[in-house]
C-alpha cells in the first residue's frame, strides 16, 4: 500500500499542530530539525505526518431504494468515477468501500447502491443492504428522491435508521435547481430533521451537506481496537459463501453457536461471539449465513461483499477462510484485497485441509504462490472446521498478525536503515536525475505507517523494493504497510507557490 504525496497548500496542517503520530515530543523535534535541514516546509512535514499518522478514520454509509443517486452521490462525495452506477440489477461491484476527504478531514464511505433482488422484493432488499452497511457505519446519509418523495420503502428505512441509533444526515437528492426545492421541503415529514437538496450529477448542495457530514462523523470511530482496559480483540471471519466460517466459529467455541442459513441475502444481525482460546477471550465477528444459490448468486456475492465490509470495519485482525479443495478465485482475491486496503491485520486460513490429496496440495502451493503473492507476508494456517485440525494454531497466528500490526520502528533506526539500504541500492537514474530517499519516520501503527521524504519521485518498483526490504529487516508479519512519498519542492517552485 503505496502513495506519492505532492506537496500541498498552506492549510493542509491545519490540525497537526499537537498530532505528532507516532512520534513522541522529543523524537518530533528532532525529525523536524531534520526535516528543516533538508529544505522540507514545516507545514509540508506536519501535514504528511498528521496525514498518515491517523487512527482508524470514521465511516460514513450511503442508504436509500434504488434509482435515487446513491453511487452518483458516492463519486461526487470522492471525487472520482468509481462507483458504479448503472442500475441494471446484477451488477456486482469489486469494492464497496471507499477514501473520502472533505474539508481536511479523512473518511470512509460504504456504498450501498446498484442492486435489486426482485426474489426478496424491494422492501426486503433496501432493508438488507441498509442494515449490512448501519452496522459498520459511525453515521449514514440517507437518500431519497426529492421529484418521486417518500415512499413506503423510504418509511421502512427511516424505522431501520431509528432503530440503529446513528447519526443520519438527510439528502434530498435530484434537487436540479431553486425550483425543485420545495419537494425537498416535503421531506421533513420523515422525521430526520432537515433536509439537504442536493443534486448529486451536478454537484449542486453537496459541499453544504458534506459539511453536515462532518458535523455527525465522530473524530474518530467509538471503536477502539481492544485498547481499553480488558477489551477483547476483534476478530472477523471472512471469505465467500460457504468456506466454512460458521463451522469453523462453532468449532472453536465448542458448541453450535451459529446456525448457517440457506437462504441467499437474507437480513440478518451479524454474530458477535466471546470465545476463550488460549486463556485468552476473543470477540469472533461472524459473517457466514449467505449462501449462493444458481438464481440469485449475483445478489449474494454482492450482500457477502456488503457484510464483509461491515465486519472487517469493526474488527482488528481479518481471518480470510480460503476452500484449500477449490481452486483460488477471484472473490478470494477480492476479499483479501478489501481487508488489505481496510489496514487489517491479516491471517489466511485454508479450510477443508483434510480433504486434499497430494496433487490438490502440489497445484494448491503453486496457486498460492501466483494468485495471493500480494500477501506472501500473512501467516498461513491450514485447518479443518469439520476435524477440528490445526485450531490450536489459530492464536498464535492472530497473535502474530496484531504483533506486526501494532510494530513501530523508531524514528533513529529506521534512517539508520534506510541510509544503509540507499548506499547499498540507490534508485535507478531516471530522465539525467537519481531521486533519493533522504530520510523518514513510522507515522503511525494499526497498521504501520510511514512516510518517506524524498529529492523527487520515487518510482512504485522502487517502493515496493523498500516495503519488502522493511520486512526483512523489521518483521511486520500479518499486517499491511502503507508508504507515503512526499517530494521536496524546488526552491524556485516554493517561492511562486507562496506568491500565490
Known amino acids: 500500500m503505496n502513495d506519492q504525496i505532492q506537496p500541498e497548500g498552506e492549510g493542509s496542517a491545519q490540525h497537526a499542530e499537537h498530532d505528532h503520530g507516532a512520534l513522541g515530543d522529543a523524537e518530533y523535534a528532532a525529525f523536524m530539525e531534520l526535516a528543516a535541514e533538508e529544505g522540507f516546509d514545516i507545514e509540508d512535514v506536519e501535514g504528511a505526518i498528521e496525514a498518515a499518522g491517523h487512527g482508524p478514520l470514521p465511516v460514513l454509509a450511503v442508504v436509500g431504494r434504488p434509482n435515487v443517486g446513491k453511487s452518483t452521490l458516492v463519486n461526487r462525495i470522492i471525487g472520482r468515477r468509481e462507483a458504479v452506477v448503472e442500475d441494471k440489477p446484477g451488477v456486482t461491484r469489486d469494492r464497496v468501500t471507499y477514501e473520502a476527504e472533505w474539508a481536511g478531514r479523512r473518511f470512509k464511505v460504504v456504498d450501498t447502491g446498484g442492486w435489486e433482488q426482485d426474489v426478496l422484493g424491494i422492501d426486503a432488499s433496501v432493508a438488507a443492504q441498509a442494515e449490512y452497511a448501519i452496522e459498520a457505519a459511525d453515521a449514514v446519509v440517507f437518500v431519497v428522491d426529492a421529484t ?247 492464536v498464535p497466528a492472530i497473535e502474530t498478525a496484531l504483533d506486526g500490526w501494532e510494530t513501530r520502528v523508531p524514528t533513529g533506526r529506521l534512517n539508520a536503515f534506510l541510509g544503509e539500504l540507499i548506499a547499498a541500492h540507490p534508485h535507478p537514474v531516471r530522465g539525467g536525475k537519481q531521486p533519493r530517499i533522504l530520510f523518514g519516520t513510522q507515522a503511525g501503527t494499526k497498521p504501520p505507517r510511514f512516510v518517506l521524504f524524498a529529492s523527487g519521485f520515487i518510482e512504485h518498483g522502487y517502493r515496493r523494493f523498500v516495503e519488502r526490504r522493511l520486512r526483512e529487516e523489521f518483521g511486520f508479519e500479518g499486517t499491511p504497510i502503507h508508504i507515503s512519498v512526499r517530494v521536496r519542492e524546488k526552491r524556485g517552485q516554493k517561492t511562486q507557490s507562496k506568491k500565490k
Open 148 to 394: 418521486v418523495g417518500a415512499t413506503d420503502t423510504d418509511e421502512a428505512v427511516v424505522r431501520l435508521l431509528r432503530k440503529a441509533g446513528k447519526p443520519v444526515v438527510l439528502c434530498a437528492n435530484k434537487v436540479d435547481g431553486p425550483s425543485a426545492e420545495a419537494d425537498a421541503a416535503m421531506l421533513w415529514s420523515l422525521g430526520l430533521g432537515e433536509p439537504h437538496p442536493v443534486s448529486a450529477l451536478h454537484g449542486r448542495g453537496t459541499g453544504d451537506m458534506l459539511d453536515a457530514v462532518l458535523e455527525a462523523l465522530p473524530e474518530a470511530p467509538e471503536q477502539s481496537f481492544g485498547t481499553a482496559i480488558g477489551g477483547p480483540r476483534r476478530i472477523a471471519l471472512i471469505g465467500r459463501p460457504n468456506v466454512g466460517k460458521s463451522s469453523l466459529l462453532n468449532k472453536v467455541a465448542n458448541e453450535e453457536r451459529v446456525v448457517v442459513n440457506e437462504l441467499a441475502g437474507t437480513t440478518r444481525d451479524p454474530v458477535d461471539e466471546l470465545i476463550e482460546l488460549g486463556g485468552v477471550t476473543w470477540k469472533f465477528v461472524d459473517t457466514a449465513g449467505i449462501r449462493k444459490r444458481v438464481h440469485l448468486q449475483q445478489g449474494a456475492d454482492y450482500y457477502a461483499s456488503l457484510r464483509t465490509a461491515a465486519a472487517v470495519e469493526k474488527a482488528e485482525v481479518a481471518v480470510i477462510l480460503i476452500d484449500a479443495s477449490e481452486s483460488i478465485s477471484v472473490q478470494d482475491q477480492r476479499i483479501v484485497t478489501m481487508a488489505v486496503e481496510a489496514g487489517r491485520a491479516v491471517v489466511l486460513a485454508y479450510n477443508k485441509w483434510d480433504t486434499l490429496d497430494e496433487e490438490r496440495r502440489y497445484y494448491l502451493e503453486r496457486e498460492i504462490e501466483t494468485e495471493l503473492a500480494q500477501v506472501a507476508w500473512a501467516p498461513r494456517v491450514n485447518v479443518s472446521a469439520r476435524t477440528g485440525r490445526h485450531m490450536e494454531k489459530l
